[in-house]
C-alpha cells in the first residue's frame, strides 16, 4: 500500500511538473514570437521605380581612395515585393565615376550601406541589417532634406549614425567615424518631394504691407504738394 501511494503521490507530482514545463515552455515562445514579430513583421517597402536621390559626400582626414566621393546618387531601378533593384553612382573627388548595380532584400537585411530600410518604422522598431546585426530606431524627428521638412527616423552604433525618411525608409544623411577618417552624407536633391514655396510669416507679411501702403500715400500727398 506504501507502494502505491508512494506511486501515486511521484505520479502526481511528475504530472504537475509536466504541465508546469508546457505553460512556462508556451509562455516563453509566445514572448519571443512577440520579439520575433516586433523586428520583421514591420517589412513594408517605401520606394518605388524612379526615386532618386542625390547626396553630397564630406570626407575629413586620411581617407582611404575607395571612399575618396565627392558626391552621390542612388536611384530605384525596380521593386519586387521585398527586393528593391538599385543603381548607386559615385562621382570621386579627382572626376573619375563609378556606377554599381545591387540588389537590396529588405526581409533578408541585405540593405547594401542601410540605402533602403523598411518604411513607417518608429521609435522602438527593429529591423535586420547583414553587416550590422539588428538596428533598433532610437528616434524619431523632423529635419529638413533637399528643401523639404520631413519625418526621419534615427538609429546609431558606436561608428555610425543615421537618418532615414520614415514615409520611404530612403537614406537621407550618414554619419560614419572611422580611425583615421570620417565620412558626412546628406540628401541634396530628389524627385521623391518638391521642395515647398517659401511662406512668409504673417506678421512680416502685414509689416511689409503696411510699409508699401505707407510709401505709396507718402508718394501721392508728394505729388498733390507738388502740384
Not at 184 to 191: G, L, S, V
Request: hydrophobic share 45%; glycine share 4%.
Amino acid at each position: 500500500v506504501i507502494k502505491t501511494e508512494s506511486n501515486i503521490f511521484c505520479n502526481r507530482v511528475y504530472m504537475k511538473t509536466k504541465h508546469s514545463f508546457f505553460i512556462v515552455f508556451l509562455v516563453t515562445a509566445l514572448m519571443a514570437s512577440c520579439i520575433f514579430s516586433n523586428v520583421f513583421a514591420q517589412i513594408i517597402v517605401g520606394v518605388k521605380e524612379g526615386d532618386l536621390i542625390q547626396y553630397d559626400v564630406e570626407v575629413t582626414g586620411d581617407v582611404p581612395e575607395q571612399h575618396d566621393v565627392a558626391n552621390a546618387s542612388i536611384e530605384v531601378i525596380n521593386v519586387r515585393d521585398k527586393l528593391v533593384d538599385i543603381k548607386f553612382t559615385s562621382v570621386f573627388l579627382d572626376g573619375t565615376q563609378k556606377i554599381d548595380y545591387s540588389t537590396l532584400n529588405l526581409q533578408t537585411g541585405n540593405l547594401g550601406e542601410t540605402f533602403i530600410i523598411p518604411a513607417n518604422l518608429t521609435k522602438g522598431d527593429s529591423f535586420s541589417e547583414e553587416l550590422y546585426g539588428n538596428i533598433t530606431i532610437s528616434k524619431v524627428e523632423e529635419r529638413s532634406y533637399a528643401g523639404v521638412k520631413r519625418t526621419t527616423v534615427t538609429a546609431s552604433n558606436p561608428q555610425n549614425v543615421w537618418y532615414w525618411d520614415q514615409e520611404t525608409g530612403f537614406l537621407v544623411e550618414a554619419k560614419s567615424t572611422y580611425a583615421n577618417f570620417s565620412i558626412t552624407t546628406t540628401a541634396k536633391e530628389t524627385n521623391i518631394w518638391q521642395p515647398q514655396p517659401y511662406e512668409m510669416n504673417p506678421i512680416v507679411s502685414i509689416v511689409l504691407v503696411t510699409v508699401i501702403i505707407a510709401a505709396l500715400l507718402i508718394i501721392v500727398v508728394f505729388r498733390v504738394l507738388k502740384k
